[in-house]
């Protein structure tokens, strides 16, 4: 699990951080940006002009998928799964990673039927 979550990530940081310093995430991430806020999340997550931090990355995904990002919220899914940056929980990765799926997030879906969340 922990392998996908770092794979799925290196494939954004492609697409996004990279285009926005921290600086300006967290600006725009305070101002309620749920796009900054993910990015923000994937800069914590993977140490990108900051320290590796996983409870700010939790801290800053969550606020991201609050307001609807399915990636936010598929990650969020993920680190309640696995336990990164906040306590394990089963039922909230469950739920996180049902909405996520029901948002239209692909990888939510695989994960949904290859961990059987549904039992959770």
Same mark, same amino acid.
């Given at each position: 699990?922990?392998?996908?979550?770092?794979?799925?990530?290196?494939?954004?940081?492609? /697409?996004?951080? @990279?285009? #926005?310093?921290?600086?300006? &995430?967290?600006?725009?991430?305070?101002?309620?940006?749920?796009?900054? #806020? @993910?990015?923000?999340?994937?800069?914590?997550?993977?140490?990108?002009?900051?320290?590796?931090?996983?409870?700010?990355?939790?801290?800053?995904?969550?606020?991201? &998928?609050? #307001?609807?990002?399915?990636?936010?919220?598929? /990650?969020?899914?993920?680190?309640?799964?696995?336990?990164?940056?906040?306590?394990?929980?089963?039922? #909230?990765?469950?739920?996180?990673?049902?909405?996520?799926?029901?948002?239209?997030?692909?990888? &939510?879906?695989?994960?949904?039927?290859?961990?059987?969340?549904?039992?959770?």
């Amino acid at each position: 699990m922990r392998f996908y979550l770092t794979f799925t990530l290196s494939l954004l940081f492609i /697409f996004q951080v @990279f285009s #926005q310093s921290i600086t300006e &995430a967290k600006q725009k991430a305070e101002q309620g940006d749920a796009t900054a #806020q @993910f990015n923000l999340g994937l800069m914590y997550y993977a140490g990108i002009e900051t320290l590796k931090d996983d409870k700010q990355a939790f801290y800053w995904y969550k606020k991201s &998928a609050e #307001q609807g990002y399915a990636n936010a919220q598929f /990650f969020v899914g993920l680190m309640y799964y696995t336990g990164t940056g906040t306590l394990k929980d089963y039922k #909230q990765a469950a739920s996180w990673i049902k909405i996520a799926y029901e948002n239209g997030n692909e990888a &939510a879906e695989a994960i949904w039927n290859k961990y059987e969340l549904w039992k959770y």
